[in-house]
C-alpha cells in the first residue's frame, strides 16, 4: 500500500492474532496516516477479533506492544462494563460451542466466511460475575500450563528421535554398516571419510533426471483421471502413491508433465521448504510431477531406497552445495545437483544398509505417530477443559 512506511506506527492484522504474537510482523504508517486513522489504534487489554476467511478468532492485545493501528481485517472489542474480564470473554469465544455456533451461523458469506461489528454485537453470553470468572481464570492458568509443559516434554522427545532418526541415516550411508571396516578420505567436504573400498560417482553418472509440468487448468480434460500428480503438498511420506490432484493420459500426452516410473526418487527443487529441508520421496506406482519436483531415475549402479536415504539424511550438508543463490524463490541448482559425488558401496551392501534402515527408521516413526497422538489428545483435553470452564459445566473451586 503506497501509505506503508519503514517505521513509525504499527499496523496489526489477522496474522497476530490467528499466531497469538503481536511482535511479528514489519508494517508500518507513518504520524499523518496513524493521526488520520486514530479511531482504529488499539491498546492494551483491548480484544481484536478476526474478520474475514479464519474469522471470529480473539486475542486480548498484550501489554507493551509497540503503538498501532489495527486494519480493516480486524474488529476492536474495547470493554467498558469492568464487570467483564477481557481475558474471560477471549476464552470465551475461543472456545465455546454455543458462541462458536452463532459465530458460523451468522458469518457465512457467499464467498468468504466474515463477520462485522453488527454481528459481533448480537452475540449472547452467558458470563458469570467478576470473581467467578477470575476464579475460572486462575484454574484454566494453573491447568493449562501443566498441560502445555507436558506437551512442551513431548514436543521435545520428538525433536530427539528426528535428531536420532537422521544420525543413524547418516552413519549409514556414508560410513557402512561395519564399525571395524577400513577408512579413507572421500576429498568430498560434505562427506569426509568414506569406506576403504566405496567407490564415488558424479550423480550425473547414475541417475537419469526427469521434470515435470502443470496442464492447462482451464482444460478440464486434463484433470480428473486417475494418474497421481505430484507437487510439493504430497511430499510428506517416505514413498509416494497417492496425491491430492490427478491428471489423465491426455494430459499426459499434450502437457509438459513426464510418467515417472515405480523406484524413482523424487525431490522438490523448488519451495520455500528449500530454506531448511530438502522434501525427498520414493515412487511407489508410475506417476507425474509438476514443475517444482525432479526425478532421480536411477540405473544399474545405485538403489533408489539406498539414495532416498542418502539425500535424506544428509539434508542440511546438500541444501549447501544444491542452493541456487539470488532466486526470488528457493531453489536447488540441478546442475550442482548432477555434478555432486556420490558414495557408492556395491549393490549387495547397499541392500542391506537400506534393509537396515528401512527397519530402524520404522521403529522411530512408529514412536514419533504415538507421541504425536499423545499430543493430540492433550490439546483436545485442554480446549475441552477450557469450553467446560468457561461455560459453567466444571466445578473449579469445589464450591458447587
Known amino acids: 500500500m503506497e501509505f506503508m512506511a519503514q517505521e513509525g506506527f504499527k499496523v496489526y492484522g489477522q496474522e497476530h492474532v490467528i499466531a497469538r504474537d503481536f511482535r511479528r510482523g514489519n508494517k508500518y ?17 483491548d480484544l481484536v ?31 467498558a462494563d469492568w464487570d467483564l474480564d477481557p ?22 458469506g457467499a464467498i468468504m466466511h466474515g463477520l462485522n461489528s453488527s454481528i459481533i454485537k448480537s452475540i449472547l453470553l452467558a458470563v458469570p460475575p467478576l470473581i467467578e470468572q477470575q476464579i475460572i481464570l486462575a484454574f484454566l492458568d494453573r491447568e493449562t500450563t501443566k498441560i502445555d509443559a507436558l506437551i512442551a516434554k513431548k514436543e521435545r522427545v520428538i525433536e530427539l528421535l528426528q535428531e536420532k532418526r537422521t544420525a543413524l541415516i547418516t552413519q549409514a550411508v556414508t560410513k557402512g554398516l561395519d564399525p571395524n571396516v ?12 568414506i569406506p576403504a573400498h566405496w567407490g564415488l560417482k558424479r550423480l550425473k553418472r547414475i541417475v537419469d533426471f526427469r521434470g515435470g509440468g502443470t ?66 520421496t520414493l515412487t511407489g506406482r508410475e506417476l507425474t510431477l509438476n514443475q517444482d519436483l525432479k526425478a532421480l531415475i536411477p540405473r544399474s549402479d545405485i538403489l533408489p531406497k539406498y539414495l532416498f536415504f542418502l539425500i535424506s539424511g544428509r539434508q542440511k550438508e546438500l541444501l549447501v552445495e544444491w542452493k541456487k543463490e539470488g532466486a526470488t524463490v528457493e531453489s536447488l541448482e540441478m546442475d550442482l545437483v548432477a555434478q555432486t559425488q556420490i558414495p557408492l558401496p556395491d549393490e549387495r551392501e547397499q541392500e542391506a544398509m537400506s534393509a537396515f534402515l528401512a527397519r530402524e527408521t520404522a521403529k522411530i516413526d512408529s ?11 492433550l490439546k483436545e483435553y485442554r480446549t475441552a477443559l477450557i469450553s467446560a470452564a468457561v461455560t459453567g459445566k466444571i466445578d473449579v473451586d469445589g464450591t458447587q
Open 87 to 108: 481475558k474471560y470473554l477471549c476464552l470465551l469465544i475461543n472456545n465455546s460451542s454455543y458462541v462458536r455456533d452463532q459465530i458460523e451461523t451468522e458469518g457465512k
Open 182 to 193: 577400513p577408512m579413507r578420505d572421500s576429498g568430498v567436504e560434505w562427506l569426509g571419510k
Open 367 to 377: 514412536l514419533v505417530i504415538k507421541i504425536r497422538e499423545a499430543i493430540g489428545r
Open 29 to 45: 504508517v507513518d504520524k499523518a496516516k496513524f493521526q488520520e486513522l486514530a479511531t482504529c489504534e488499539i491498546r492494551p487489554n
Open 49 to 79: 477479533v478476526t474478520m474475514m476467511g479464519t474469522s471470529g478468532r480473539c486475542a486480548v492485545v498484550p501489554e507493551g506492544i509497540e503503538r498501532g493501528i489495527m486494519d480493516s481485517h480486524l474488529l476492536r472489542v474495547r470493554l
Open 215 to 280: 496442464p492447462s487448468k482451464d482444460n478440464l480434460d486434463y484433470w480428473f483421471g486417475d494418474i497421481p500428480w505430484v507437487s510439493p503438498k504430497d511430499m510428506k511420506v517416505s514413498v509416494v502413491v497417492d496425491t491430492e490432484e490427478k491428471i489423465t493420459p491426455q494430459a499426459v500426452r499434450e502437457s509438459a508433465t513426464n510418467l515417472i516410473p515405480l523406484g524413482a526418487v523424487l525431490i522438490v527443487v523448488r519451495s520455500g521448504i528449500l530454506i531448511h529441508t530438502i522434501p525427498v
